[in-house]
């Protein structure tokens, strides 16, 4: 079974060049470009076409070039080896949430509102716990399954998210990857939004809620729940 490994990147000269530098050090990888979209690089899970006979899909993104430490893994190898439902080759570990609201005040507000919608018999609790998973979207593989799944889910949030006028408030982020003219085409807010980080955190509740099978290898901690 195939293993498909994607860099993602902006419509950028330079995260394009980035990416297909990648993939022409590590063959097995292939560009994949974003939409300009309020998914920012969750745009990768709604729209990649998720071939049902692969074992994994999964993206990194061209500013992996910063974390070499994640270049060095054998990423095939390991995942043909491997048979667990999630695999992140995330640069950290811990509390994907309390960390979120201490960089981005307000977070947490959003993340209970728009809990409340998806994930109505969980109490607060229970969705801002430190046992929920860190695997950021940029950096993880899932079984075909496991993403559709996951779509679904990720098209659910992304029609509710919009019924919550918080999201549109300044995360509190500095200089990103997208100038601010592009910011004010995408949400029409000329700073960050909260969007993007809520979105990249929603993988990681969705797999704890439906009890996947997860590993971080680049920190080789078992995250499992």
Known sequence: MSIQCYVCHHETE??????????????????????????????FFKNVEIDETCK????????????????????????TCC??????????????LTKTELFHPGFKNIWIKLMKRLLPELNESEVW????????NNYWYAKPKVLLEY?????????????????????????????????IKITGKPYYTFHPFVFERLPCIFAWYK???????????????
């Open 14 to 43: 330079e995260s394009r060049l980035l990416a297909e530098e990648i993939c022409r050090r590590f063959p097995y990888m292939k560009t994949y470009k974003l939409g300009q979209t309020k998914l920012f690089e969750s745009y």
């Open 56 to 79: 994994y899909i999964g993206m990194l993104t061209y500013r992996v070039t910063s974390r070499p430490h994640v270049l060095m893994l054998n990423i095939p190898y390991i995942l």
């Open 83 to 96: 048979d667990l439902d999630v695999v992140s080759v995330n640069y950290s570990n811990g509390d994907p």
């Open 129 to 136: 716990n430190d046992k929920i998973p860190m695997f950021y």
């Open 151 to 183: 779509r679904e889910f990720l098209q659910k949030a992304e029609e509710e998210l919009e019924k919550i006028h918080e999201v549109y408030g300044d995360s509190g982020y500095g200089v990103g990857n997208v100038s601010k003219e592009e910011l």
């Open 211 to 225: 009890k996947y099978s997860c590993i971080n290898l680049a920190v080789l901690i078992n995250i499992s729940h």
